[in-house]
């Protein structure tokens, strides 16, 4: 059975930083496409930032571009959110896929997610 669990969300100031984990279970990490998608009150779903399965490529939204960073090791992927502003506020999911020709920045690309870490940004 494959299971995604994320972990490090919580309220935070506008300006301050948090780092997400997301550990994979059932499911060869090694050989796995990782990506952090987020939902925001009353918004949809949306892509955040991916990372290949080893490591060598990765794919951010354009709002978050240096100000996040995806990275993996052995034991997880992680998502270290520096200069949080509010519109950052949401639900942040981790989402895994066997490692394929392209990596997908949509959620139809992914089969395998977690159960969500709420982040919140204060203003």
């Known amino acids: 059975q494959v299971k995604l669990v994320e972990s490090g969300g919580g309220l935070v100031q506008a300006g301050g930083s948090l780092r997400l984990s997301c550990v994979v279970s059932?499911?060869?990490?090694?050989?796995?496409?990782v990506a952090w998608f987020r939902q925001g009150p009353g918004k949809g779903r949306e892509f955040v930032a991916a990372i290949t399965w080893n490591g060598g490529r990765t794919e951010y939204i354009d709002s978050v571009k240096g100000r996040y960073t995806i990275s993996r090791d052995s034991a997880g992927v992680y998502l270290q959110m520096n200069s949080l502003k509010s519109e950052d506020t949401g639900v942040y999911y981790c989402?895994?896929?066997?490692?394929?020709?392209?990596?997908?920045?949509?959620?139809?690309?992914?089969?395998?997610w977690g159960q969500g870490t709420q982040v919140t940004v204060s203003s």
């Open positions: 989402a895994g896929k066997m490692f394929g020709s392209s990596l997908a920045t949509n959620s139809d690309g992914y089969g395998y």
């Open positions: 059932g499911l060869s990490l090694g050989l796995a496409d």
